[in-house]
């Protein structure tokens, strides 16, 4: 599957604790998204990579949050000391620098609980 | 800024007879304009897009929307449903203004059911 992945798919973890999930991106694919969605909401922008370079954070994003694109491939999005507020699922997105019709592509996502 | 809003959280339709589903956006730039689908348990999948071409866009799934820009709307269109549509829907607007992130920018969402 050429598709973007993403792992772990679930994880729930205690109130505190720090989680961190991967992002692989469809292999040309310059352009790495995270986004955020909670229940009964759209999506919501968190952060954007051009290569291995972050060029754009959300408000959203507070201090705990963390996201690394070392090599400009795959990515990391670390959250430390989670909250119950952070359950949500944590979408990652691909996409062509040289794609003017800015089409994106999701994984599956992450759904995280804190507990 | 941009934004779109998503005028019904649910619809609810009889297999076989046509769906709309309602956008407006807003956009102080040349939008980008986007129909996404999320099944249960499934990743966002593109039903189409609007990029400045043509203004009425197919996309898959019998699925066409049509971009009207003196009315800020791009409603989602199929002239009859099955019951495989039954899923939520997003409307989606990004920048074309050069230099941006591209950045999507989700509406709420629309339940379509699909009564049999």
């Known amino acids: 599957d050429t598709g973007v992945s993403q792992d772990p798919r679930h994880k729930i973890t205690k109130r505190g604790q720090n989680v961190t999930f991967r992002c692989d991106p469809i292999?040309?694919?310059?352009?790495l998204y995270w986004y955020r969605q909670t229940l009964g909401q759209g999506p919501e922008f968190l952060t954007y990579?051009?290569?291995?370079?972050?060029?754009?954070k959300s408000r959203l994003l507070s201090d705990r949050f963390s996201a690394e694109r070392p090599k400009g491939s795959f990515s990391t999005l670390e959250i430390q000391r989670t909250e119950q507020g952070d359950s949500a699922m944590y979408l990652c997105?691909?996409?062509?620098?040289?794609?003017?019709?800015?089409?994106?592509?999701f994984g599956p996502g992450t759904r995280l609980t804190v507990l | 800024a941009q934004s779109v809003t998503q005028l019904d959280s649910h619809v609810s339709v009889s297999e076989g007879t046509p769906v709309l589903l309602r956008c407006n956006y807003s956009s102080s730039y040349s939008p980008s304009l986007f129909w996404y689908v999320q099944h249960p348990n499934k990743g966002l999948q593109l039903l189409l897009k609007y990029t400045s071409a043509a203004t009425l866009v197919k996309g898959i799934n019998g699925f066409e929307a049509e971009f009207k820009k003196s009315e800020t709307s791009f409603h989602l269109t199929k002239p009859s449903a099955h019951m495989s549509d039954a899923a939520e829907y997003f409307c989606v607007v990004t920048s074309n203004y050069g230099g941006a992130t591209n950045k999507l920018i989700f509406g709420t969402g629309t339940l379509l059911a699909v009564q049999p």
């Open positions: 292999s040309e694919h310059n352009r």
């Open positions: 997105a691909s996409a062509k620098l040289s794609d003017n019709n800015n089409e994106q592509f």
């Open positions: 990579f051009q290569n291995e370079a972050q060029l754009e």
